[in-house]
Structure formats: C-alpha cells, structure tokens
C-alpha cells in the first residue's frame, strides 16, 4: 500500500478483512464473525492474485520502495493460506463443524 502501485481496491479489502478479523477476535463466542473472516481471507487471496498479475509494472527500473512495497505484498498473499489455515483451527475449536 505504500509505493501506490496497487489501486484503492486493494487496500480497502485488506484492511476490511483485517477490520473484520480484529472483530473475530474480540468475539470469542461469535461463529458468524470466523466464518467472515475465513470467507475474507479466501476472497483476498483471490483478488491479490488479479491485483499483483495486472498491475505489477513491467518495467526493470523500479525504485526501492515499490519493490519492497510489491515483495511485501507477494509474502502477503504467501502467507494467506497459512492464516486460512489457523482461522479454520480456531472455527473448529469454537464448535463450528
């Protein structure tokens, strides 16, 4: 989110994912607010897929902050399915089936 490659989409559903995941966690008794974050999580790996494949710039001339700030975003969505994972643990402990 720091170097603007990405456009506002991107940053807004990540940070409304994470809104929605800080609820999940403050609820401890709520299987409505795992089951939207674990239904975030999925819909954002999707869309950082089409975020990063249509607006990675293709020139070989970029300055240090968009390449860490794209690095950043490609270890983002590498750890999605890890933390897919965990909510997942979490949904089941809370006695989602």
């Known amino acids: 989110c720091m170097s603007y490659s990405f456009p506002a989409s991107y ?3 990540n940070f409304s994912v994470l809104a929605v995941g800080i609820w999940a ?3 401890r ?7 939207l974050f674990l239904a975030g999580l999925l819909l954002t ?4 897929i089409i975020h990063i494949s249509i607006f ?4 070989n001339h970029l300055s240090d902050l968009k390449r860490f700030s794209l690095g950043m ?3 983002s969505l590498l750890l999605k399915p890890v933390s897919c994972y965990l909510v ?3 949904y089941r402990e809370r006695g989602g089936e």
């Open 11 to 13: 940053s807004w559903g």
């Open 25 to 27: 966690i403050v609820q």
């Open 29 to 35: 008794d709520s299987l409505d607010a795992i089951i």
């Open 45 to 48: 790996i999707l869309t950082d």
């Open 56 to 59: 990675y710039p293709p020139d």
């Open 73 to 75: 975003a490609i270890f």
């Open 88 to 90: 997942y643990r979490m």
